[in-house]
């Protein structure tokens, strides 16, 4: 009925999947799979927690860059009001508000000429003759004792 090489061919296929699937069945229930599957999960859990990690320091960043533009318009409403308010208070005189400032176009923003000159400090330390160091100047208070020379 069956032949013998079919005989044959069945029965090493027959093998070939019984020993596949022995292998798989071992590999599931030995000791470095279930080290695998292991680390696996570990692996992925790390990824995950990394993941979210990020997104929340984008998350918090961005966050803080929403309150920052928050806290600038603030910022910018209360010097406005208080330059407009100054502006009505002191008949026109008062500081000038970030308004008039990005027009561009008044000269009420310059600086005098009288507040724009910048000097150094002036030295008004006490001096007993004109050769004297003042106070501002480095070695002014530092008291150094020369070491007598050594003859030889």
Known sequence: MYSLTILIATGAITLLVGGAIGLLIGR??????????????????????????????????????????????????VHNHLASGAE??????????????????????????????????LDYAPKTSPGEKGMLNEEFGIERQRK????R
């Open 28 to 77: 599931r229930l030995s000791a470095d799979g279930q080290r695998l599957r292991d680390t696996e999960r570990k692996l992925d859990q790390m990824t995950q927690d990394k993941r979210a990690y990020e997104n929340s320091v984008v998350e918090h960043f961005s966050q803080t860059a929403r309150l920052l533009n928050t806290l600038t318009d603030s910022y910018r409403n």
């Open 88 to 121: 009505t208070l002191c008949e026109d005189k008062g500081p000038v508000s970030l308004e008039r400032l990005q027009g561009g176009a008044e000269d009420d923003a310059e600086i005098p000429a009288h507040l724009a000159q910048i000097q150094p400090p």
């Open 148 to 151: 007598p020379v050594e003859e």
